[in-house]
């Protein structure tokens, strides 16, 4: 990987690990989320990678569980390929009752909101981000 551009998110992320359980990185595909979000990250499972992909949804659908285990902030790339993973992390960070336990990247795509039954309120805090301006760049 090149050489890690500082964004302004990268505070701001911080920040909110320390306030929530979990927190979800939005916005469009190659704006820098994975990017951003593994420089704080533990631990990472990629949901969108075609080694495991097949094996990750069924594992969300039978012991989704399984798959936040790890060193802790973990980061959950693409979460919203398996939508039950979401009301799964609400239910865990209720469980351990700390800060930071995840973080979520997705990009702009709408999750299958049906699978989803809680809105995160008080468990998740959400950020969204742009592709990088300018002045991050040095330009």
Aim: glycine letters at 8%; aromatic letters at 6%; charged letters at 25%.
């Amino acid at each position: 990987m090149k050489d890690y551009k500082p964004r302004i998110l990268d505070t701001l992320l911080t920040r909110k690990l320390e306030a929530k359980g979990a927190i979800l990185i939005e916005g469009p595909k190659w704006c820098g989320k994975t990017t951003t979000a593994l420089q704080q990250a533990k631990s990472v499972l990629r949901m969108d990678n075609p080694l495991e992909k097949e094996q990750n949804l069924r594992l969300s659908k039978l012991n989704p569980l399984r798959l936040l285990n790890g060193d802790t902030p973990r980061l959950i790339d693409e979460w919203q390929i398996a939508p039950t993973l979401w009301d799964t992390i609400r239910y865990e960070v209720d469980q351990r009752g700390e800060m930071g336990q995840f973080i979520l990247t997705g990009s702009a795509v709408p999750p299958n909101t049906k699978e989803i039954t809680h809105s995160g309120t008080g468990r998740f805090s959400w950020i969204t981000m742009r592709p990088m301006s300018l002045y991050e760049s040095g330009e």
